[in-house]
């Protein structure tokens, strides 16, 4: 299951008569091509629900078509799971220490920084954003955009406009935001250079789908009903020697983590949870026509359930197939609209020069450790899935299948630089994909990387931490408490896996023996890569000591 996590995952099927390796596209002139860039983010969306890494629970033939006509990374990683610090590494190519936005809780973007949407416009893209922006700030760098407040709404949604102004529109949102994509570029394809050429533009493509709390559009409210997906293997862990893990509050079992209402849709009118007005809002956007619909299938569902009055672990697996459902309705819909994208793409020749990137702001927990959400650097959600398209008429060979190589969410923004020709600032951390996507393997590649995580205290209560994972399949995490923690409440526990003998990371194997001369190492990796990012937490942690 889950290639993504694993080294050995299954090479993509080549396309017939490729063979593996390199394709040799018509060469252009070298003059004046202008490559676009299509960057299609979701929220929330997982490998082990995209068929081209994991087939075990869903088919997302849209998404797959990407991989299989471009290239998969199989090593894809952020820099701190969650949704707005993800964003900020992805348009700065910084580590959030460098950016500014550490965490949603109190960040607010600084948006007068060097951001890569503001230098692509130097380099004379035309810039759109479309979608969730969850960076708190006005964003900057755009010469269109339209973006939801917040974490923004499934149904008939709120959009705010570049004047400041709100509306409503009717329909799911997933449609609406292709809708709004297709048209800013039919208006983009009319624009010009000053020398005839057509303007290179990049879009911004960024879903709610699929955010909690997962409300399908009303045309798939049956979909998946007869599925029964498979426990993951460590579906009942109890978190032994992982004091950090024990504490988290993103737990299917929990009752007041994963709500009856809001979150697997067993509404009792009598029953109150602390969701419970959120849910009724989100569904209440609904005319009554729409809300009719929604009610009987999922009134239905919740009377029978009442009737069963389920408990343990019959109710902690009932509640992870509701939530698998619901999630797998949202990606159908968000995958049908890949598919309508791509097919713009096609039909107007747009496929030829533009680069198609599809990435997630972070991975998910589906049932893993007995979890929904991310933020922790346990495997799920430390990987996001990547997979890119190459413009179809690239001036150069290209890379099909796999990429094993190490790569991280700050690595965006220096390869869309490159690839428009645009010189790439020396403090941006990440570094240019391109050469990859080129079927080059650079012998000084990263062979680990740095991961931090700040959103404590918070909604779903991970602990801070730090770490590093290795490309050979080690990782070593500190989990750190906040300065004036009651001591009761601290966590200050250093984690070790090793990824090929412990690949879902049952078994924190620091501090023993038999480990000791990798533990060192991954130590020294650690300061390494602290020092090279100049992340200035250890002299932090070493102040508050004294
Ligand atoms: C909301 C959700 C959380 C989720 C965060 C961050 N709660 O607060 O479950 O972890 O967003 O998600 S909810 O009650 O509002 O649904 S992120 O992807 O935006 O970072
Ligand atoms: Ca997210």
Known sequence: ???????????????????????????????????NVVYIMTDDHTAQMMSCYDKTNIQTPNLDRIANDGVRFVNSYVANSLSGPSRACMITGKHSHKNGFTNNEHGVFDGSQQTMPKLMQQAGYSTCLIGKWHLVSTPTGFDHYEIIPGQGDYYNPTFITMDGQTHKEQGYLTNILTDKAIDWMNQQRQQKTADGQQKPFILFLHEKACHRDWLPELKYLHEYEDVT????????????????????????????????????KMYDPNVRTHLT?????????????????????????????????????????????????????????????????????????????TLVVYTSDQGFYMGEHGWFDKRFMYEESLNTPLVMRMPTKYNKPVAHGDITEMVQNIDYAPTFLELAGAPVPADIQGVSLLPLLEGKHPKDWRKSLYYHYYEYPAEHSVRRHYGVRTADGWKLIHFYPCAGERPSQQVD???????????????????????????????KELVKLQKQYDDPIESELQARQK
Not at 14 to 33: C, D, F, I, K, Y
């Open 1 to 35: 299951m889950f290639s993504l996590l694993h080294k050995a995952s299954a090479p993509l099927p080549q396309r017939e008569g490729l063979g593996v390796g390199l394709l040799l596209l018509a060469a252009l002139p070298a003059t004046a091509q202008r490559w």
């Open 229 to 264: 997906f498979p426990l993951p293997h460590n579906f009942n862990d109890t978190w032994e020697g992982r004091e950090a893990a024990q504490r988290q509050e993103m737990s299917i079992a929990s009752n007041t983590d994963m709500t009856m209402d809001y979150d697997i």
């Open 277 to 353: 007005d959120t849910y009724l809002n989100f569904i209440g956007r609904m005319d009554s026509q729409e809300r009719a619909i929604y009610d009987a299938f999922y009134d239905s569902l919740a009377v029978d359930f009442r009737s069963r009055h389920l408990t343990g672990l019959a109710l902690k697996e009932f509640k992870y197939q509701r939530f698998m459902r619901d999630y797998a309705k949202v990606v159908k819909t968000f995958d049908d609209n890949v598919g309508r994208l791509l097919d713009y793409l096609d039909e107007t020749g747009l496929s030829e020069n």
């Open 493 to 523: 526990q250093w984690e070790m896996y090793d990824l090929n003998a412990d690949p879902h990371e049952m078994h924190n194997i620091y501090g023993q023996p038999a480990y000791a001369k990798q533990q060192k190492r991954l130590q």
